[in-house]
């Protein structure tokens, strides 16, 4: 989501006259945009500010300005504390107000600096966006933002605020231009994207499955995919949704956190582990080939060595295509950071990379399963060796093919020849452009 946010800062920024720099060093603004889900990510801002610091007082000796902006969700928790360690920072904003960045860029050349929007404003970003300037072969599409959930351990409901859905004409308005501008595969995005319920112009509310119904029916748009899903809100019209829609790609990251359900009590997930296997199997019955992707947490608070087995057994039950796994972050201000029996760093980290080879493996012989099969692939990009172009099958693994640039924004049957540790190797099988995949 930050890259999409990203872009839409840039989009906001253009009519100034503001243009994409080389690098920091040749950049009248910098804008961080932070993540502020685990402490790793949000200590790397105050490291790269460090480093800022000393381009600005370059720049400011050359006798050339240097805007440093602070964006997303570590400036929406952190505000003021970033101007009291780093006070030649500028302007610090929220994920909700970068609508607001050329008034921001104003007030702070007037003000010389020290513009904070931390609010959440009253108005929606998204009623305030200029269209995309650009768009990729694949591009994000934000739908749904914000969450009412408030697992135990995590600081979205309160850096990105209450769940919110943009109305599905707005969607459907903004996929079109996407596609008009050369995108031929949408994710939508959300941190509870399955969550959504946008306005219909007809009255009422569209859900996730709904939408995308809508959306593909849009001629040029080949590939939909959607991200990140909750367990609790995969419901039955989604589910069979991934057996009906040819351009609903079969792919689903489903976040699962841990296998114990001891542990997703504790989180507050609503859920239990028989309630994920359950979905997971109604989603096999509608698309046998699916490809599974999770999140997990490890070390969360009182997780005891059968807490972690129990996540080692749906692992093992279920098998994933690919997986993200973290030790758990104490944030500051959510429950489970001052949740009693923490576990100590060194078993996190045992357990972590006992979890992560399991998933390791897993992810390997998926990979490894496709070698020989004919799979048609969207090309996105040129590759780094010369005639090389980049796509993604439909399971989202990337898959290299010596072929030609034209190929960009098409989609072509490939023949699998190998495996990488993150990527797949082909051929194209027939150079004649083919639809999207069934
Ligand atoms: N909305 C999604 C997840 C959004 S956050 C869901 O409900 O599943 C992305 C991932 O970061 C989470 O799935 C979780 O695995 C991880 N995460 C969030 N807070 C964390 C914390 N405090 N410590 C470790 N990992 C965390
Ligand atoms: Fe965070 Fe996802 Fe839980 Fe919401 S549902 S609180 S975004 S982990």
Redesign the pocket.
Known sequence: MNVYDSARMADVLAPLGFAAAAGAAEADMVILNTCHIREKASEKLFSELGRLRETKARRTEAGKPLILAVAGCVAQAEGEEIFRRAPYVDIVFGPQSYHRLPEMVARAARAGGAVLETDFPAESKFDHLPAAASAGVSAFLTIQEG?D???TF?V??YTRGAEFSRPAADVAEEAKRLVAKGAREITLLG??VNAYRGRRPAGGTANLAELIRTLAAIPDLLRIRYM?S?PKDMDEDLLALHGEEPKLMPFLHL?VQSGSDRVLARMN?GHTAADYRATVAALRRHRPDIALSSDFIVGFPGETEDDFEATLALVRALRFAQAFSFKFSPRPGTPAAGMADPVPEAVKEERLSHLQAVLGEQQRAWNAATVGRTLPVLFERLGRRPGQVIGRSPYLQAVHVAASETAIGETRDVRITAVTINSLEGTPVNPVATRACA
């Open positions: 969450c959930k408030f697992c995590c979205v409901p941190q509870n990140t909750h976040p997930r």
